[in-house]
């Protein structure tokens, strides 16, 4: 069974870079037909897709998003990154990474507070 | 993108209940609907997909129908553990879209 674990920084300065990992253990992240996925959620709001990406590199973001997000695999270390720059406070919520082999998403890492502020 | 709109936001039930949530996309996403349960704290879990089809290991008093733009999360005999938060959401076409959520509270 795939376990997957957020990790990061819980505080971002405004403009600059939001980095995360997800590692992955129970299975090779270079497994198919696994799709790495995040997604986050805003304060006491909805759930909002960021975007997959597969370990052959191949990847998908929200167009919402996508001017600002770069996702990588790392298949030695079984763990994929997200990167979201230029942060602002609109950009504060809980991360998740989860994974997909079709288009709905189980499981789901246990999530990772980020807060833009200064 | 496809809008997906949850009804009720909030829902006041008891345990044994027969409680309904609502979901409806805003173009015809056929029968590609994932229900989720979350509860607080915690990360969202998968209880169906594909509109009906229940996860393994989700207990039978859950059920999904619709297709469309409407779809039907139905909890049957409500029991303690289903207080949470249900999100439904599209697997129809890019980007994938959750609703707002709906608040089962007793």
């Known amino acids: 069974q795939v376990q997957l674990q957020e990790s990061g920084p819980g505080l971002v300065k405004p403009s600059q870079t939001l980095s995360l990992t997800c590692t992955v253990s129970g299975d090779s992240i270079s497994s198919d037909p696994y799709y790495w996925t995040w997604i986050r959620q805003h304060p006491g709001k909805g759930l909002e897709w960021i975007g997959y990406i597969h370990h052959s590199g191949s990847t998908y973001y929200n167009p919402s998003l996508k001017s600002r997000v770069t996702m990588s695999v790392d298949t030695s270390k079984n763990h994929f990154s997200l990167k979201l720059n230029s942060v602002t406070a609109a950009d504060t919520a809980v991360y998740y990474c989860?994974?997909?082999?079709?288009?709905?998403?189980?499981?789901w890492g246990q999530g990772t507070r980020v807060t833009v502020s200064s | 993108d496809i809008q997906m709109t949850q009804s009720p936001s909030t829902l006041s039930a008891s345990v044994g209940d027969r409680v309904t949530i609502t979901c409806r996309a805003s173009?015809?996403?056929?029968?590609?609907l994932a229900w989720y349960q979350q509860k607080p704290g915690k990360a969202p879990k998968l209880l169906i997909y594909?509109?009906?089809t229940l996860e393994s290991g989700v207990p039978s008093r859950f059920s999904g129908s619709g297709s469309g733009t409407e779809f039907t999360l139905t909890i049957n005999s409500l029991q303690p553990d289903d207080f949470a938060t249900y999100h439904c959401q599209q697997h129809n076409s890019y980007p994938y879209t959750f609703g707002q959520g709906t608040r089962l509270e007793i």
């Open positions: 594909a509109a009906s």
């Open positions: 989860a994974t997909s082999t079709a288009n709905w998403f189980d499981p």
């Open positions: 173009q015809s996403i056929s029968g590609w």
